[in-house]
């Protein structure tokens, strides 16, 4: 039976959830217009150079094929700032698996069997794909949104250095991919001068405005439609190639065009998390407190893009300490072009950061959790600004509390069962509060029901409940009657799904188009409502952080406890336990199952999930889920997440912070933590597989 109640905060189950299992929703790739056409696009066999000739003869005898498609013949588009869009535009390769070609035909089959019949020559060049710290083109990027660049505070060197307690620390992750369940795929239809694009994207309303400026076309002349997505956790954060190519097939053939990336090719176009080499030095006095904190970040960016994961902004958040150096360098490679993932920056980050402060703690002989409320601080440590609330303490003494903390005995390799040693490890947590312009609309009918129109994105998360639960909030009115549309660039323009900022983009619209609508109502009240209904509309400006005296950030608390298996080296997570402090939290359903959710991708990051540069090749290894090893249900144990509600003024009109992404960031590190309390043994490369165990 659906749960539904009024209130903000109520466990209210998704409104697509029947839609989703019994397969009545639909997806990018299960639209089919008539007289569509499929493609399936060519990538590059070389890591570097530029291509000298291609023969699509054979492919183009092929019963089905439709045409064939490249630089020397598909249409110029407009240049813009995501320059991984620019395919089909010139015959340099920038790195392997770089689309070179796009074929189309009448059929799946006879498109994939003509993209494997097209003969490419290329001029090869020497390729660098291997990320080294001091790699001589390493340089330090411009620090456009205080998340990159270097931030100096103090003397950090010089204090590190006189510290009376120092740890010196090397942390590497490696590339990491989002591979989300639905690849990427769209299906493009141009009609009487408009295209219609049915796109798996996290935010249509960009996708729209890029696709208008690539084909020089009024916006209002182009739709996206993202209605349901299978995952994105970053990948899908910006437009992708597939659907530039879908659109120019569509205008090149007249046909409707359907394009779904085949799987083993998203390893190279669609984003992964850049591998990061971090130095971690922390100077301490003898008690523990922070003196110095100076966090290294090198990352990998492309030659197509510039890309950088931000690593050290956190510590510019976390502890206390008078002195603090963070400084990211990327070294440009010839490798495909980096993007989000999950917690891009923080999650890679804080698995170096909290593994340091753990090395603080066994170095001390300090408790973790004691050694972290040491160094909890009431101003952001870089801005000097005070937190618009900041319960990082409240986490993990209520962490610490469920977990059963008290009983564990520091020593290590204290717990055996067998050859298994049981260990546990804590911590912290945090990401950033933030929120974008947005637009929607709220009307009221005869009928006693209400409209919400605003083009948010579900990437999975239960965007239509969360918004209908906070227009009824708004409008005072019984949730059922709330229908909310979303997914369509047809309605009032809206942020992406990502930075954890959805929810707070939106619902600040819907908020306020639905206050202005309740005000309108309560004006004319007792008059009968025409049948087209009453309406009001919002834009919302967002947060800018530049403008607010607060340093707005959400913070948590992660408990892991683990088995390590001395035999075999496999490592367990047996526990995992989270305590979120994040604003008001307005659905507790969906909010639960975002955090557990980051928490078991968390988990893969801290044990399975890795992908390999292949030096020779340019080449990502693993590219299929047979490789590339998310965690399995019987990798997962129970998972609990809770949460202190904080009443934050300082946010949006429904007091909440992000949910989405917090719930990954520190759950690498306490479960590395946890490892080295079991077992004695202190790993500084992720994933914790057995051969990195014995
Ligand atoms: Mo998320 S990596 O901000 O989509």
């Known amino acids: ?61 092929l019963p089905g094929v439709i045409d064939v498609l490249s630089h020397l013949n598909a249409p110029r588009l407009v240049e813009q700032d995501d320059a991984t869009l620019a395919v089909l535009q010139d015959a340099r390769v920038p790195h392997r698996g770089w689309y070179v070609a796009l074929v189309v035909a009448e059929t799946l089959e006879a498109a994939r069997e003509g993209a494997a019949a097209v003969r490419v020559d290329y001029v090869v060049e020497p390729h660098d794909v291997t990320l080294r710290a001091d790699h001589a083109d390493a340089y330090v990027p411009e620090d456009t949104d205080g998340t990159s660049g270097e931030h100096v505070r103090g003397d950090a060197d010089g204090a590190f250095d006189s510290a009376p307690v120092r740890v010196d620390a090397v942390y590497r992750v490696p590339p990491l991919h989002n591979h989300p369940m639905e690849p990427h795929a769209a299906t493009a239809r141009w009609h009487d001068g408009r295209l219609t694009v049915y796109d798996s994207s996290q935010g249509a309303t960009t996708v ?15 739709t996206v439609i993202s209605e349901h997505v299978g995952g994105g956790f970053g990948c899908k954060g910006t437009p992708r190639p597939h659907v530039v190519l879908a659109s120019i097939a569509a205008r090149v053939t007249g046909r409707p065009v359907k394009l779904s990336l085949p799987r083993r090719e998203l390893a190279a176009v669609v984003g992964h998390r850049s591998p990061t080499v971090q130095r971690v030095r922390l100077g301490a006095e003898k008690d523990g407190t922070l003196i110095s904190v100076i966090h290294e970040v090198t990352s990998q960016t492309s030659r197509v893009k510039e890309f950088v994961e931000t690593a050290a902004a956190a510590t510019r958040v976390m502890y206390g300490s008078p002195h ?9 490679l010839d490798v495909p072009t980096p993007s989000w993932m999950r917690a891009p920056g923080e999650a890679p980050g804080m698995y170096a950061l909290e593994s340091a402060m753990d090395e603080l703690a066994v170095h001390l ?5 004691e050694l972290r409320l040491r160094n909890d601080t009431a101003k952001e440590p870089d801005s000097s600004k005070p937190f618009s609330s900041r319960h990082l303490a409240e986490c993990l003494r209520e962490g610490a509390r469920l977990f059963g903390w008290s009983e564990r005995d520091p020593r290590t390799r204290s717990r055996a069962e067998g050859p298994v040693l049981v260990g546990s490890g804590v911590a912290s947590a945090t990401y950033p509060a933030l929120a974008s312009p947005s637009r929607a609309s709220a009307h009221a009918y005869p009928d006693g029901s209400y409209a919400v129109r605003v083009n948010a994105t579900d990437i999975g998360t239960g965007a239509r409940t969360v918004l209908a639960q906070v227009a009824a909030d708004a409008l005072g009115v019984p949730v059922e009657r709330v229908r909310v549309a979303i997914g369509s660039s047809d309605l009032p323009d809206a942020p992406l799904a990502g930075g954890s900022s959805g929810t707070a983009s939106w619902g600040w619209a819907v908020h306020e188009a639905c206050t202005r609508l309740a005000k309108r109502l309560s004006e004319q009240q007792g008059q009968q409502l025409p049948p ?39 490592v367990r997570v047996r526990r995992l336990l989270g305590v979120y402090a994040a604003g008001h939290i307005l659905n507790a359903r969906t909010a639960r199952s975002q955090f557990i959710g980051a928490m078991t991708m968390g988990l893969g990051m801290a044990l399975t999930e890795s992908s390999t540069m292949d030096a020779a090749f340019g080449d990502f290894a693993e590219r299929d889920l047979a490789a590339y090893h998310v965690p399995a249900h019987a990798d997962v144990p ?24 917090i719930g990954i960031v520190g759950t690498a590190a306490a479960i590395g933590n946890a490892l080295r309390h079991a077992t004695g043994v202190r790993l500084r490369e992720l994933p914790l597989t057995p051969d990195r165990v014995l």
């Open 324 to 332: 603090g150096r963070t400084t990211h360098r990327v070294v440009p």
């Open 365 to 369: 002989d300090i408790d973790p959790v």
């Open 638 to 661: 129970a998972i609990e997440a809770h949460w202190i509600d904080e009443d934050d003024p300082h946010l949006n009109p429904m007091g909440s912070k992000g949910i989405g992404e």
């Open 1 to 61: 039976m659906q749960h539904t109640s009024n209130a903000l905060g109520a466990p209210n189950e998704r409104r697509e959830g029947p839609d989703k299992v019994t397969g009545a929703a639909r997806y990018a790739a299960e639209h089919t217009p008539a007289g569509c056409a499929y493609a399936w696009p060519v990538p590059a066999t070389v890591a570097r150079g530029e291509i000298t000739a291609i023969d699509d003869s054979a492919a183009l005898a």
């Open 208 to 222: 729209r405005e890029v696709l208008a400026g690539m084909f020089a076309l009024p916006k209002e002349r182009i």
């Open 532 to 570: 087209e209904g009453v309406g009001a509309t919002a834009d919302t400006a967002g947060t800018a952080d530049a403008e607010s005296e607060y340093a707005r950030h959400a913070f948590g608390a992660h408990f892991a406890e683990v088995g390590v298996d001395m035999v075999t080296g496999e």
